[in-house]
């Protein structure tokens, strides 16, 4: 398969690209005409101070916002995404930085929400949506049993690992992770780890936010930077070192020699 | 992630031999509370309490509450409120009673007694019902108006149109087909009732095997064979229970013979007849048996509970929340129209002030029936048995002689104090 990097130096047409996207919350400008884009199996990190509007940026991808003006294009053609929906059909899925769990549902309700695998009546199976949530529970956190207990009385982690889940489990081909990590032990941490580098071998695009520059280096392709809603630049991980990337956020310049 | 080798399922530890009859705890302290209750109005009235009669009469009365508090599990689950159920009930009630003995008479001809008037005017009284229900879900959801304010104006408008409809006057006799729906005035008679007990618990327990088949096929755990038919012999026994004590009820000899004379029958020395199930009864339990599936069986019941119990990440689901809040105050205004029939058929007639104060005594069945009002939490049955504890408290402590305005302290102080166990018996759990 080609590299992302080698795809990137062809030219080929990202499978998404967001130009220009703003949006502003009442006189404040959360994005500020932001573009970043995302080849198959790469890594795409974003990086940024709270409320630099990472989130925000990456929700406008996922259908819960509305962006102000700007366009999103998925393989090339310009696409409107305007509720979660819409971005479930255009194969993109989110783990929100909030989980977006329904806490008194059990694990695999909460998996299946909005895709329940049905009866020929109609009726919901929870038998076999419990079958295959600890099919994949079991790939993702063994440890891993509260199958009928509501999501309310699982740990960070547990609930961080449904989530996740859910986000994989639908064959996702664009996949957004809002801090995967930040619930998480370190063991459980590296296994997700472990999970981005096999979902990029199967050819899948990551936007990925998280707050450690030592896992973005590690995981990433490429890394672009926010700060105050605006894009500070895009970089190739190859071409800068760990406190490049703090100066840029910290900073808000990009370093002289990474042009990406 | 690739890896789809199934999890081993931990084995099923010792554990007491209630605890593997796997019953919910919260069912099985409502129906003891009921139970003491009974037991204690009917020591406190000699006996009086616990007749087939005042069984008979006692359920009767609650079916226009427990049919509407069905539809406010829905409502409180997804963190909204109905304040106008009751008005809501007087509408319909007044609808139907102008339908039946103004505008079919008097516009199309037929008369009050006509086969076809009280099927007509159901489905008006349901289409209004559904209509206005969704118009107040539409805002709720739409327009994003707090439900307790629509509801709160619903109050006011819905009783006042009503009011406006029948000039505040008592519209009777209604349609004699029609009032079969009230309670006593039609019944299923004995036979009838058990052949309906009968098929109701072989579905009952057929829908338990079902279930444990469906674990069986997915190697989850089940319950041991022991458990699985102490189960179905209580459920069969409960059905089968209930339609003997209703079939108990004997029919007076007088008004026997009035029902045999009007058939021109003479009755013969010594006839017993039972009343059997009423066909109100049956009403609620319909809704009962669909709601529940609704709420554990079907994508809405899924999405509702979702909602409410995290409405963003329902919408981040996909879920189209506004819609669905319409659905639910569309459904809540068909049972307030299907109580408004029962309520308005039993009391034989509309009243202008039928219905007052129900969207209380609705809004405390679920509530003491363990509806959470902070959202994604609550039973149709909890609901159902709720309105069952209110009404035996009402009409035991009128019995007994209390006076009126104890009753409604005492029933006040109950729903505080069913909620305030609630609470309590949550936290010990660890849930919230
Ligand atoms: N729904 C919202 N309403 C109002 N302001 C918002 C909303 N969502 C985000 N913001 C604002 O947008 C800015 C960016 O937030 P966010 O995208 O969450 O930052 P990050 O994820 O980078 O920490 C913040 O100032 C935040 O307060
Ligand atoms: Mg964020």
Redesign the interface.
Same mark, same amino acid.
Not at chain 1, 135 to 140: A, E, N, S, Y
């Given at each position: 398969m080609t590299s992302p990097k080698e795809l990137r130096a062809q030219g080929a047409t990202p499978m998404v690209e967001m130009n220009d996207i703003s949006i502003a919350f009442g006189g404040v400008k959360a994005v500020d005409k932001v573009s970043v884009d995302l080849h198959p199996g790469e890594v795409v990190g974003l990086l940024g101070h709270n409320g630099a509007g990472k989130s925000t940026l990456i929700k406008v991808l996922?259908g819960?916002y509305q962006m102000d003006s700007g366009e999103i294009r998925i393989n090339g053609n310009k696409v409107e995404i305007t509720?979660?929906?819409d971005a479930?059909t255009h194969n993109i899925e /989110?783990i929100?930085q909030? !989980?977006?769990?329904?806490?008194?549902?059990d694990a695999a309700?909460?998996l299946f929400? #909005?895709?329940?695998i /049905?009866t020929p009546f109609? !009726?919901?199976n929870d038998?076999?949506m419990?079958?295959e949530c600890?099919?994949?529970? #079991?790939?993702?956190n063994?440890n891993?049993?509260k199958f009928s207990e509501?999501v309310?009385?699982l740990s960070g982690g547990q609930r961080q690992s449904v989530a996740i889940a859910r986000a994989?489990y639908f064959n996702a081909k664009i996949l957004i992770m809002d801090e995967p990590t930040a619930a998480l032990g370190p063991h459980e941490t590296q296994m997700v780890a472990e999970?981005i580098q096999?979902?990029k071998a199967q050819g899948i695009g990551i936007f990925l936010i998280d707050h450690d520059v030592h896992a973005v280096m590690e995981l990433c392709d490429r890394a672009s930077v926010m700060k105050n809603g605006q894009l500070v630049g895009t970089v190739d991980i190859d071409d800068v070192t760990d406190d490049d990337l703090l100066s840029m956020i910290i900073l808000g310049k990009k370093p002289e020699a990474a042009a990406a | 992630m690739t890896e789809t080798t199934s999890q081993p399922i931990p084995e099923q530890q010792k554990r007491g031999l209630f605890q593997q009859l796997e019953l919910d705890m919260r069912l099985l302290g409502m129906i003891g509370a009921f139970v003491i209750l009974c037991i204690g109005f009917n020591i406190l009235t000699d006996g009086r309490f616990l007749t087939p009669r005042n069984i008979f009469n006692l359920t009767i009365q609650t079916v226009s509450v427990a049919i509407m508090a069905t539809g406010m599990v829905f409502v409180i689950v997804t963190r909204h409120i109905d304040l106008s159920v009751g008005a809501l009930l007087a509408t319909c009630s007044a609808v139907m009673a102008m339908t039946q003995t103004e505008l079919l008479p008097h516009v199309l001809g037929l008369g009050l007694n006509h086969p076809v008037t009280w099927a007509v005017t159901i489905v008006v009284g349901l289409a209004a019902g559904t209509l206005i229900g969704a118009f107040h879900g539409w805002m709720v959801g739409y327009l994003t108006i707090p439900a307790f304010i629509v509801t709160l104006g619903g109050l006011l408008v819905w009783r006042n149109v009503a009011w406006y409809m029948t000039d505040g006057q008592t519209i009777g006799p209604l349609d004699k087909t029609f009032m079969m729906f009230g309670g006593i005035n039609g019944t299923m008679g004995t036979t009838w009732s058990w052949i309906i007990g009968l098929v109701a618990a072989a579905l009952a327990v057929a829908a338990i095997l079902n279930g444990r088949r469906a674990k069986l096929a997915h190697e989850f755990p089940v319950k041991p064979i022991w458990a699985e038919t102490v189960i179905c012999g209580l459920t069969a026994g409960s059905i089968l229970g209930f339609v003997w004590i209703l079939n108990s009820y004997q029919i007076p000899a007088r008004r026997l013979k009035r029902m045999m004379e009007a058939q021109g029958e003479t009755m013969p020395e010594g006839l017993v007849v039972g009343y059997g199930l009423p066909i109100s009864v049956l009403i609620l339990i319909g809704v009962a048996v669909v709601m529940t599936i609704v709420a554990q069986r079907t994508r809405l019941g899924r999405y509702i509970f979702a909602t409410g119990g995290n409405p963003d990440a329902a919408e981040l689901s996909g879920i189209n929340t506004r819609m669905l809040t319409v659905k639910i105050f569309a459904l809540m205004g068909f049972l307030c129209a299907l109580s408004a029939v029962v309520a308005s058929a039993r009391l034989a007639n509309h009243s202008n002030d039928i219905g007052t104060l129900d969207e209380l005594r609705v809004i405390a069945a679920a509530v003491i029936g363990g509806t959470a009002l902070s959202g994604g939490i609550g039973t149709i049955y909890g609901a159902i048995l709720g309105a069952l504890i209110m009404q035996s408290l009402h009409s035991g402590m009128a019995m007994v002689g209390v006076d009126a305005p104890f009753q409604n302290i005492v029933v006040g102080t109950v729903l505080v104090a069913a909620v305030w166990i609630d609470i309590v018996y949550r936290k010990r759990l660890g849930a919230k």
């Open positions: 996922s819960a509720n979660p929906r479930r /989110t929100y909030t !989980l977006a769990l329904a806490d008194n549902l309700s909460n929400l #909005g895709r329940e /049905t109609g !009726l919901v038998a076999a419990e079958a600890r099919k994949i529970m #079991g790939g993702l063994p891993f049993r509501p309310s009385a994989v999970l096999q979902l | -």
